[in-house]
């Protein structure tokens, strides 16, 4: 049992899990939700949402979020990663198709993306700056 090293915390990130966010919001908790998310070991973690979206605006207003990511069966193992957005923009379909297919396979992610596609589509990328991780496999 022990903290991750940076490379295992950066690839279990970019390995296949929902998400969930948190960010904060004023006078209640913060807002907790699940998420399909994409991210690459040293880049930024990008979100696919809609521009009206509850997220979005507590998002844009925060300027930063954190997101989770865990395996949920034995050996257990977690990965937070907080930080500042960097960027929020209209969503590109090559964003929307890449993060479809991540969570649905080629045919079903090809599918939804196309269903999906909307003008109000907006990408939102987080450069992560603070960690928290744990393994408690035994190594």
Not at 86 to 103: H, K, L, N, T
Not at 119 to 138: G, H, K, N, T, V
């Amino acid at each position: 049992m022990a903290k991750m090293t940076k490379d295992a915390r950066e690839k279990f990130l970019s390995d296949l899990h929902v998400g969930v966010i948190a960010v904060e919001r004023p006078d209640r908790a913060p807002l907790s939700v699940p998420i399909w998310y994409g991210y690459e070991p040293g880049g930024d973690v990008l979100l696919w949402t809609e521009s009206d979206s509850l997220k979005h605006r507590l998002i844009r207003d925060a300027g930063r979020f954190s997101i989770t990511a865990q395996e949920e069966q034995p050996p257990y193992k977690y990965v937070t990663a907080e930080g500042d957005v960097v960027d929020i923009g209209p969503a590109s379909e090559a964003d929307m198709r890449r993060i479809a297919i991540r969570y649905l396979g080629d045919e079903a992610g090809n599918q939804f993306a196309d269903a999906n596609k909307t003008p109000s589509a907006i990408a939102i990328r987080m450069r992560p700056q603070r960690w928290l991780s744990f393994d408690y496999s035994d190594e």
